[in-house]
């Protein structure tokens, strides 16, 4: 995981979005592999590249690793993910679907 992290912060927006994709996989098989990707640093470099995608395919792995990021049963620690409500917010407000649908779930 920690290499994962490291790697969303690569030159590559290709490296980015899979390593994106692979946090999210992982992030989504359980509460705990959610919080030891949180626990690694795993959420401030992935909103980097929400904020601030090299393109759509890469926007859209980004969100929907962070609607893996902030889901589950129990709920991850508010101050784990406090960092991505303003961004959740303004995904809201783009004009893309797949986006949008993945930051409401």
Known sequence: VPMLVQLLLSADSNV???CAWCLGNIAGDSPDLRDLVLSQGALNPLLMNISNPA????????VWALSNFCRGKPAPSH???APAIP????????NN????????W
């Open 16 to 18: 980015r979005e899979q």
């Open 97 to 104: 679907r797949e986006a949008l649908v993945d930051a409401c």
């Open 79 to 81: 101050n784990d993910v």
């Open 55 to 62: 393109n759509n395919s890469l926007l859209c792995n980004a």
């Open 87 to 94: 961004l959740l917010a303004k995904i809201l407000e783009m």
